[in-house]
């Protein structure tokens, strides 16, 4: 009787063991559940929307379920905190790729996800001084992907200043001073230009990355200074705004225009003698070389270089029409 009993209680050890082993194999395994990252942009504008499909395509062939976050209508931390706000509610969110609007203000937001242990990549643009590997107050993201802004600035000034045979009066439209992209074209012009002594740099406009306002000051700016004979537009709406305002005053090729970034419109401008030079950065680029090492990390562990630099390129009216730089405008 008393062995029956423990056959019995045998077979239903036996029983729940098996039941809990086939339980564990329908039950998902935690590395069974895609990663989620999420993608945080600047603004809506091609260089981003050309940096998402990057991200985009990359996420799909690691199946990572990629989400992106409403694209802003203006460019300013404030949209971004509230969009960072929204995701910190959300349940699941293993990575944040995001493009700080300014070099301060999403700071303490960013550390928040930072310490819960969720990745942080800035692409395109940088916090702080954008050297994650030296202060202790950004050392948190895990790396910044993007262009070396000073390196382009100042290639656009000596490409400028060859146009106009080193000499001369240059203005200079830009978006906002506390984001490090802009600022860092920005600083490397103006040492570009330094190394010319019959160039000057007359004035440098912020249009915070509005179009119109753009256009407006290169308007005033042209007016008020009429031996400006080179522009350098910092961004989309910089460059746009600027040789728009040159097209409207009939000084096309009086004054040559260098433009910092390869929308279809202002390669178009150039195809059509408005704009003299386009600097294309490699958003798309960007966009999969941060899921791929935020992948990477999470998944192997790997460590991440504090700095990824992707590279630019030149479209002047000699290449414009080149198969092979049709890769560069961002569509
Ligand atoms: O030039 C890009 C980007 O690199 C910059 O940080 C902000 O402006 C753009 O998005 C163009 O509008």
């Not at 395509?57 to 960072?84: C, H, K, N």
């Not at 954008?130 to 802004?149: C, E, Q, R, V, W």
């Not at 409207?248 to 202002?266: N, Q, S, Y």
Request: charge should be negative; aromatic fraction near 10%.
């Amino acid at each position: 009787m008393n062995q029956i009993f423990q056959y019995s209680r045998l077979a239903l050890v036996l029983l729940s063991v098996m039941a809990g082993i086939v339980m564990s194999c329908a039950r998902k395994q935690p590395e069974d559940v895609p990663l989620t990252f999420a993608f945080v942009p600047g603004v809506a504008d091609p260089f981003y929307y050309a940096m998402e499909r990057g991200a985009r395509q990359m996420a799909e062939a690691l199946g990572i379920t990629f989400i992106v976050s409403d694209y802003p209508a203006t460019w300013g931390p404030r949209t971004q905190i509230s969009v960072l706000d929204t995701l910190a509610a959300r349940e699941k969110i293993d990575a944040i790729l995001i493009a700080p609007t300014s070099v301060d203000a999403l700071t303490a937001p960013l550390k928040a996800f930072a310490t819960r242990g969720i990745p942080i990549i800035t692409v395109d643009t940088f916090l702080g001084d954008g050297d994650y590997s030296k202060s202790a107050d950004y050392a948190f993201p895990l790396s910044y992907i993007g262009t070396d802004n000073e390196l382009g600035g100042k290639k656009i000034a000596e490409n400028l200043a060859r146009l106009l045979g080193e000499s001369g009066k240059v203005y200079v439209n830009t978006t906002n001073a506390d984001v490090s992209s802009v600022e860092g074209r920005v600083k490397g012009f103006l040492a570009g230009i330094a190394e010319f002594p019959n160039m000057e740099v007359v004035k440098v406009d912020y249009c915070l990355d509005v179009q119109d306002v753009a256009r407006a000051q290169t308007l005033h700016a042209l007016q008020t200074n009429p031996d400006i004979v080179g522009v350098f537009g910092t961004n989309v709406f910089s460059a746009q705004g600027a040789y728009q305002a040159v097209v409207e005053t009939g000084l096309t090729g009086a004054v040559k225009i260098a433009a910092w970034d390869a929308t279809p419109d202002l390669i178009g401008a150039l195809r059509d003698g408005h704009v003299d030079l386009v600097l294309a950065q490699k958003p798309a680029e960007m966009g999969a070389l941060a899921v791929e090492w935020a992948h990477k990390y999470i998944t192997h562990q790997a460590p991440v270089p504090k700095k990824i630099i992707s590279g630019f390129e030149f479209f002047t009216l000699d290449n414009v029409n080149e198969p092979a730089m049709q890769q560069f405008v961002y569509q």
